[in-house]
């Protein structure tokens, strides 16, 4: 999935602008001040950012030229108003950034200077992220840890994945609400109750909680495995008579010798796949 950093000031543009890249399976990162987009295209985490010429403090002109004095490279769209288009490229003096226009914003038009731009990426992004036994598949949303595998919605896709590319870096609730939900409503919980999700489906142990910032996403140890191995016998089975798409989760003996044999009791019911 590429990364998208959109600085844009006004929230109904950038509100259209994340739900539009969404269905188009973007990720979307927002910001409104020039600023915080210099600060944020400055970290090397995203594949384009989008560049309002009328930011507050910094104009999205501005930080282009010094991202690219400071040699970022980085491909940028910017949105300047209707009519203007040729002016903005006089005074960037360049020809290689793209531009869509914006008062009104045509989104079409924004979508097509994006693709362009993503279509000249040199390499292919990793379609499978590891880390200390989580391996990620973005193809197909499956988690896999030890024996067993879990399929993921998209936001505990976006979740894992935000986290698997900082591994063991604390990273705050505000900058995964961005990096993931396009939000900027510090009051919001839905980070601890996707956290919760995974810990669930993952086993609680990942995601480590730093009070009052954030999370981190931490290997299991080899004490912490070996426990989980002798813990762990059980699989879920279909309830019988029970009602469609309800599992029960009963305990097994593995009688073969081959190790764990299916879930560990940290994934919930009914979600646990055998991979063989």
Known sequence: MAAILVAEADPRLSTMIRKGFRAEGLSTTIVADGLSGYS????????????????PGLGGLEVLRRLRAEGC???AVLLTPC????????ELDTS????????????????????????????????????????????????????????LSVRECDLAEASLRSPGQV?????????????????????DV???YLRRKLGSHWFVSSRGVGYRLQAASSHHRANTARRTNAVCVPRTGGRAGHTDQRRHRNTSGSGIAAITSDAPRGIGHRTR
């Open 40 to 55: 944020y295209a400055r970290r090397g985490n995203f594949d384009l950012v989008v560049l309002d010429t009328r930011l």
């Open 73 to 75: 490279t980085l491909p």
């Open 83 to 90: 009519g203007r288009v040729g002016q903005t490229v006089a």
């Open 96 to 151: 290689t950034e793209q531009f869509a226009s914006v008062a009104p914003l045509r989104f079409g038009e924004l979508l097509a200077a994006v693709r362009s731009h993503l279509r000249r990426r040199p390499a292919a992004e990793p379609a499978v992220l590891c880390y200390g036994g989580l391996t990620l598949d973005l193809r197909t949303r499956r988690a896999h840890v030890g024996d067993y595998s879990v399929d």
């Open 171 to 191: 990273l705050s609730r505000s900058h995964l609400l961005r990096q993931v939900w396009g939000s900027q409503e510090p009051e919001s919980n839905v980070v």
């Open 194 to 196: 996707y956290v919760r």
